[in-house]
């Protein structure tokens, strides 16, 4: 972060100073900022946030200890002698931290020579903030979100780590309901933003699919005027956006898809195909005419859009086409759990794609499976571990149900669902397809671990996808460590 007094801090998130000593409001000067406690160091401001299972303000103490000199709250909090311990008071904690990335990006802006990239869409944000962060790093030092950090608490966070040598800001937008995308884009600015998809993700929450529509596309008149949109060519609701969009638009999509012809700038995808691996390969071919053959590491032909979407953000922000080409084809999975493969000694092959699902992931993620499957030399037998796709609202039902008939339309000869939730998808494939023993319902995970420990052979390829709140992620951990043990994640605060 860059360095910054507690006066400076105390007046850009519009906060009250208490607990210094007079005189002190610019002596005090933070040089990082965390909602950990565990990760204080010397200069860390402390970020008090109130969580589900715990207040940050029980650990401002703590981080004092650490170094922290100044901490974030929405209370005053006193030490063990009655002292009020150093704090910019304010209403709303994760409304001061946007208030504070805000500045933050405002200075680097107007006295640093940083570019930052929005991403948003309903799948592909992660993947696609991690080639920008591959592509970018070889050019000039990059600041791209932990994990999946995208809305309004990750992305402060995400700012937070950017100094005065940071070139590239990679900033992912996640959202849940209208005006989500907007706020952020307030917050960070971005000279250029990209547009995935629209989907199904949280339809429920959202009331609707063209709600959000309505909120991804707020991205496209987010970015600034000079800067520029890339938008998917191929999704009919985001080709839309072009008329929202106050940036120039530059256009990404696969030759033989584009919802209409254009005579705008172009970044092509053709000769598409998967490799025996799932991996898309493809010639890539921008506005200029420069062309280059592309072997992703991504495992699934979907991942052509991500692909893209960084080429285009690279190109717009200045990086040589070949340097684009050639990272595209060099860049593998770099988050857990998107399509991540594991090989074991005993020839079976775990695909762990269980950290989120929509309808589209799910298609996507098992046309992929049953497509390894079928290429490989001899065709290897295939499992679908499916558990609930959540925040479908009215169309759950329909969605499961037919995520179940895909299933054995595409050939897959085994199916364990996991869950109530999942439950409409094993009786879709059975009305479909009239299985006996291939297809399974289970209620726990544990249960379905008992099944593949006992039932998969070497040679098989077992693909686990789900929303992250069923639990699959760490199922595929199981399997694809053969333990008998049921590992969680640490508690974080």
């Known amino acids: 972060m860059i360095e910054l007094s507690a006066r400076e ?46 207040d940050g303000h029980r650990f401002i103490g703590t981080a004092r200890e650490a170094g922290s000199p100044l901490a974030l709250a929405e209370r005053e909090i006193r030490d063990d002698e009655g002292r009020v311990l150093p704090s910019v008071i304010v209403p709303e904690v994760v409304e001061a931290m946007g208030r504070l990335a805000h500045e933050i990006v405002r200075r680097l802006k107007s006295e640093g020579e940083v570019t930052v990239l929005g991403i948003t869409g309903s799948a592909g944000k992660t993947t696609t903030k991690d080639l920008l962060r591959g592509i970018f790093s070889e050019h000039g030092p990059t600041v791209a979100p932990v994990g999946s950090y995208n809305g309004e608490v990750g ?84 080709a839309a956006m072009e008329n929202k969009a106050t940036a120039e638009v530059t256009w990404f999509g696969v030759e ?23 991996c898309p390969q493809f010639r890539l071919t921008f506005p200029e005419g420069d062309s280059y053959e592309v072997a992703s590491k991504l495992i699934g032909e979907h991942h052509v859009y991500n692909l893209l979407a960084a080429a285009t953000l690279a190109h717009a922000a200045g990086i040589p086409t070949a340097d684009i080409a050639r990272a595209l084809s060099e860049l593998g999975a770099a988050s857990r759990y998107r399509m991540e493969r594991t090989d074991r000694p005993d020839g079976v092959t775990v695909i762990n794609d ?50 179940g008939r895909d299933v054995v339309r595409l050939n897959i000869p085994k199916l364990i669902a996991i869950g109530q939730e999942a439950a409409p998808i094993f009786n879709a494939a059975h009305l479909e397809g009239s299985w006996g023993e291939e297809a399974v319902w289970v209620e726990t995970t544990e249960q379905a671990f008992d099944i593949l420990r006992r039932d998969l052979r070497g040679g098989d390829i ?29 508690e974080t605060r």
């Not at 590239?168 to 959202?175: D, H, P, Q, S």
């Not at 005027?225 to 938008?231: E, Q, R, S, W």
Request: glycine share 10%; with cysteine.
């Open 354 to 403: 269980a950290y989120n699902a929509n309808p589209e992931s799910m298609a996507a993620a098992l046309r992929t499976l049953a497509q390894m499957g079928r290429d490989a030399e001899p065709p290897r037998r295939t499992w679908a571990v499916l558990g609930a796709m959540l925040e479908l609202g009215d169309a759950s039902r329909e969605e499961h149900d037919k995520l």
């Open 9 to 54: 801090i105390a007046e850009a998130v519009r906060g009250t100073l208490v607990g210094l000593e007079e005189g002190a409001e610019d002596s005090v000067r933070c040089t990082s900022a965390t909602t950990d406690s565990r990760e204080v160091v010397e200069g860390t401001l402390f970020i008090a946030k109130p969580g589900e299972t715990t």
């Open 256 to 278: 033989g898809r584009h919802v209409r012809d254009i005579e705008a700038p172009v970044v092509r995808a053709s000769e598409l195909r998967t490799d025996h691996s799932g």
């Open 155 to 238: 992305v402060p966070l995400t700012v937070f780590r950017a100094d005065w040598d940071t070139q590239y800001l990679v900033i992912e937008m996640g959202a849940n309901h209208v005006g989500n995308i907007r706020y952020l884009c307030d917050i960070v600015n971005p000279d250029f933003g990209a547009i995935l998809k629209v989907g199904t993700a949280h339809a429920g929450e959202f009331g609707g699919v063209e709600n959000i529509a309505i909120t991804k596309s707020e991205l496209a008149d987010g970015v600034v005027p000079t800067g520029g949109v890339a938008l998917n060519l191929d999704d009919p609701r985001v």
């Open 462 to 490: 077992a693909l686990f996808k789900s929303s992250r709140d069923a639990g699959l992620l760490h199922l595929g951990d199981r399997v694809a460590q053969d333990r008998t043990d049921d590992p969680t994640e640490p």
